[in-house]
Structures are given as C-alpha cells and as structure tokens.
C-alpha cells in the first residue's frame, strides 16, 4: 500500500514517482495491475469524461463520485483527489471542509492549484491531518488569466515568482507539488531546491516523478494533444476499427454467429 510518507521516501530513495489519473473502477484496476501505485482523481475528467473545453465547470459532487469509483477499487495505490474549481478559493473554512470530504470518500490526499494565494489553505489541511500536493505552473484552473494552456515561468521574475510559491508550499506542509507546462531547466531548481517531490507533467525529465492523464497516454482523447503527451497507445483507433468490424458484421450476417448463439 503506498502511503504519503512512502511516496516521499521515494525522493530521499532516488526512485521515481509514477502517477496517473483515473476517474472509474475499471481502469483504476488495469493501473493497479500495471503496478502504478499513486492515482490523481484529476479534474482533468472534466474535459476527457464530460467533453468540457476547460476544468472550470466540475464540482465537489462530481469529483467525490470519480474519487468513491476510484478509491473503491484501488487496493494498494494512493489515492490523490483533485480539489474542484471554486470548492477552496473561497475561505480556509470552505477548502478545509471540502478536502476532508474527499478523504471520507476515500481519497488519502487533496491536490489543489496555486502559489502564496492558497497557503493559509494549505497550512490548515495539514494541521489537521489532510495531505496535500501543490499545483503550479500551467494550473488549468486559471486557464482564462493566462489566456490559453500556455508554457509559464519562461520570463526571469515569473520564474522566481515560481521557486518561492514553491518553497513557501512546501513549507505551509505540501507533500509534494505538480509542476505543469514549465521550462525543464526551472523544473529542474525547483526540483533541486525542494526536499518534497515533484511530479512534472511537460515540465522535462529532471522532476522526481511523472503524471499524464491516462486518456492521453493511451491515445483515447485526441482533442487536444499537447507536446508534452506521448501516446503509448492508440486505443482510439483500436476503438474505431472494433465498431466499424462489428458494424459490418452485423450488417453482413456474420454476427452473431452459431457459437454466439444459444442452442
Ligand atoms: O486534473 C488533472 O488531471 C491534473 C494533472 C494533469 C496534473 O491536474
């Protein structure tokens, strides 16, 4: 079972953390059998589950049905949830509240957006037993102040701005922090500055681990594929070709045949 202490361990260790979303049972199994032990419920299902064109619209309800799904069928994985747009932004009260509702519904740890904005937030969750990883750069949860999924941190100021949201969430208490959409060489300072892990994600090889929303990776989601994504696999295409056989198949009287039939 991989605890947060355990995932930490894995820095001091020089083991590289592997993360990956998934948002149901079924593929919250397959992982598992891969050997993937850490989970993010991202709200990433906005767009790849709902076929929004941002994140901005999921909701605590919503992510606390993927994160029961999730943390209802993983055994050994640990089981990181995405906090919602809006469910910590308003008060410490509020983001307090909703992360401990993510943890009744089985996720071991919250994950949530930003630098100096979010550290009040940040130093209450753990001073009340709650786990949390950071989020910085590319947040897609300001996607409308950066006008567009764009590289942040390539400007000095920007950049340092980044290192020190970095030092202070770490320590306000994060566990470790996601550095999305950011030049490989600030990754890497952060990286080096920091003793909590960083995951990257378009953030070059240099972070102590990697996340990737499971779609892309496997090549479902072909929407929007940015350069960081490398597909594994192509089960899109897969998908299409198995519909298009048994279409025709159908059509052609070859499906269902005599062994597909009861007698
Ligand atoms: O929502 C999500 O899937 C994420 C990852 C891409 C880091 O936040």
Known sequence: MMTVPEFQRHKQDGKKLIVITAYDALFTRIVEQAGIEAILVGDSLGVVVQGKKDTLSVTMDQ??????????????????????????????????????????????????????????????????????????????????????????????????????DAKALEAAGAFSIVLETIPAQLAKTVTETLTVPTIGIGAGPHCDGQVLVLYDLLGLFDDFVPKFVKPYAHLKADALQALRRYQEEVEQGKFPSDSESYH
């Open 63 to 164: 992510m606390l049905y993927h994160t029961k799904l999730v943390a209802g069928s993983a055994q050994r994985s640990l089981v990181i949830a995405d906090m919602p747009f809006l469910s910590y932004q308003v008060s410490v009260e509020e983001a307090v509240k909703n992360a401990g509702r993510l943890l009744k519904a089985g996720a071991a740890a919250v994950k949530l957006e930003g630098g100096a904005a979010v550290l009040d937030r940040v130093e209450a969750m753990t001073r009340f037993g709650i786990p949390v990883m950071g989020h910085l750069g590319m947040t897609p949860q300001s996607v409308h102040r950066y006008g567009g999924y764009k590289v942040q941190g390539k400007q000095e100021e920007q950049a340092q701005a980044l290192v020190a």
